[in-house]
C-alpha cells in the first residue's frame, strides 16, 4: 500500500500492489504540466488507486488524445495522469515516502528534453 497527496492535503490517494513502469520522462507535456525538466512516474491499475481526501477526485486536463493529467483544483499541485485505459499514472514526488527501493525508476523517456550532462 502506497499513499499520498497534493500539496494542501484535499487531495489523497492510495494504491494497493506492486507500482508498475517506474520511469521518468522529460517530454514536453510533462514539463509543461508541471514546470520540471524531468518527471518520476509509477503506474497502477485504475482499480488499485483509491483518491482517499476530502476533495475526492483530482481536477483533470485533457492532454492526449488517450490520457488526462490529474491536479488538485486548490493548491494546483500535480499529481499524475488518467489514462483511458485502465492505468493510473502517479507521480512519486507526491507520495509520502517518495524515495524507496520498489518506486526507483528504471529507465528515463525523453532524455532529450534534459540539459547535456544532467543524469537525473
Ligand atoms: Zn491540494
Ligand atoms: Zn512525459
Known amino acids: 500500500m502506497y499513499e499520498g ?3 494542501c492535503g484535499q487531495v489523497r490517494f492510495a494504491a494497493r500492489g506492486e507500482a508498475l513502469n ?3 520522462c ?3 507535456n510533462c514539463q509543461r504540466h508541471s514546470g520540471a525538466l524531468t518527471l518520476c512516474w509509477v503506474e497502477f491499475p485504475k482499480g488499485a488507486v483509491q483518491w482517499t481526501g476530502e476533495g475526492g477526485e483530482p481536477a483533470r486536463y485533457r492532454s492526449s488524445d488517450y490520457s488526462s493529467r490529474a491536479f488538485c483544483p486548490v493548491c494546483g499541485s500535480t ?3 488518467l ?3 485502465p492505468v493510473v499514472a502517479l507521480l512519486l514526488g507526491s507520495f509520502d515516502q517518495p524515495v524507496q527501493p520498489a518506486l526507483q525508476p528504471q529507465s528515463h523517456s525523453f532524455a532529450d528534453g534534459c540539459p547535456p550532462g ?3
Open 5 to 7: 497527496g497534493c500539496l
Open 26 to 28: 522529460s517530454c514536453r
Open 79 to 81: 499529481l499524475g495522469a
Open 118 to 120: 544532467w543524469h537525473p
Open 83 to 85: 489514462d483511458d485505459e
Open 22 to 24: 517506474p520511469h521518468s
